[in-house]
């Protein structure tokens, strides 16, 4: 089973909303990682979680506020986003954080919209 | 940071025939991993095939192979007995063995299977 999973599918907010996405893999992986999407372009990497904690953030800005409650879960709060902040996000897991296996296995993404 | 570098926006190939896609990496170290994933329209992106770089054979997961050239920094993807099912966005990915969680992702090719 490679199954991550993420919600929701799709989230409009408004610039002053707080919401949350939320992504939960049952794989016993020990890195998970958040990226930004636009439309025909390649993820753009925000975090890493390497055994729940926080081992790269791309300089991502403070409106996003990643969170790894526990093993299976990641968390990303958002708060007073722009427009421009609109993109498909993307969660990803790996079972280990170092070493093999390498490689990484994709949630569906939350398609934000922010008006 | 490592470099992936994809030429080719855009490929067509006819159903039932024969594409390859490019991809060029930089990088100064020994031991790492190249990865091909493919993002359907609106879909989930899905690992195709994967190569490590200490390994000479090429990897081949059923219609999916690979050319790696390790000295030409060169790892194009072949797809043989293209399917509509094909049609997709193709993102090469680098990963070192040795530090960090960090994927390094091209500028993807989108390929369009004719029928």
């Known amino acids: 089973d490679t199954e991550v999973t993420q919600t929701p599918k799709h989230l409009v907010m408004g610039m002053t909303n707080k919401k949350s996405l939320k992504c939960e893999q049952h794989m016993g992986h020990r890195a998970m990682y958040w990226y930004k999407q636009k439309a025909k372009k390649p993820p753009e990497l925000m975090f890493v979680?390497?055994?729940?904690?926080?081992?790269i953030n791309e300089s991502v800005p403070s409106r996003f506020s990643p969170e790894c409650p526990n093993s299976s879960l990641l968390n990303l709060h958002l708060h007073a986003l722009q427009p421009e902040d609109s993109a498909l996000y993307l969660c990803?897991?790996?079972?280990?954080?170092?070493?093999?296996?390498?490689?990484?296995?994709f949630g569906p993404g939350t398609r934000l919209t922010v008006t | 940071a490592q470099t992936v570098t994809q030429s080719q926006p855009e490929m067509s190939v006819q159903e039932a025939e024969t594409v390859t896609l490019s991809c060029t990496y930089d990088t100064s170290e020994s031991d790492y991993y190249l990865f091909w994933y493919k993002q359907p329209p609106s879909r989930q992106m899905i690992l195709v095939i994967r190569?490590?770089?200490?390994?000479?054979q090429n990897a081949t997961e059923n219609r999916f192979s690979v050319n790696f050239q390790k000295a030409a920094k060169s790892f194009s993807l072949k797809i043989s007995d293209s399917q509509l099912g094909d049609a997709a966005m193709y993102f090469c990915?680098?990963?070192?063995?040795?530090?960090?969680?960090?994927?390094?992702f091209g500028t993807g090719t989108s390929l369009t299977v004719i029928p």
């Open positions: 979680y390497s055994y729940e904690k926080l081992s």
């Open positions: 990803a897991s790996r079972p280990s954080a170092t070493g093999n296996p390498a490689e990484q296995y």
């Open positions: 990915a680098y990963r070192s063995a040795f530090i960090g969680n960090q994927f390094y």
């Open positions: 190569q490590e770089a200490y390994k000479q």
